[in-house]
């Protein structure tokens, strides 16, 4: 009976413990996107894994036309390679 007892307390702690096992990947990232009054973008971003590229189209609304992103670009579309925690903006005018 001790011994049944003390090979069931073993394999409970066990299971129990291997919950907390985790198996790392490649660290993700937030990336926020955007879009300022008179357009839209094609995506509002996500958690992606580090290295992730990204392609970002702004739409201007009829009547406006795409003025370039928060980070100084004035390509259209963008892309993205995902490295840190980032927020972008599409601006119109």
């Known amino acids: 009976m001790f011994r049944f007892l003390s090979v069931s307390f073993l394999l409970i702690s066990i299971i129990s413990c291997s919950k907390d096992i985790k198996v790392d ?9 955007t ?5 839209s973008v094609s995506t509002t971003g996500g958690e992606y894994e580090e ?39 599409a601006t119109f005018s």
Do not use: K, Q, R
């Open 35 to 39: 879009a300022g009054n008179g357009g």
């Open 51 to 89: 290295g992730s590229e990204i392609t970002i189209t702004a739409t201007p609304s009829s009547g406006y036309t795409f003025s370039g992103w928060s980070n100084g670009s004035v390509n259209n579309p963008i892309t993205i390679t995902v490295n840190s925690d980032t927020t972008l903006n």
């Open 25 to 33: 990947g490649p660290p993700t990232f937030l990336l926020s996107v």
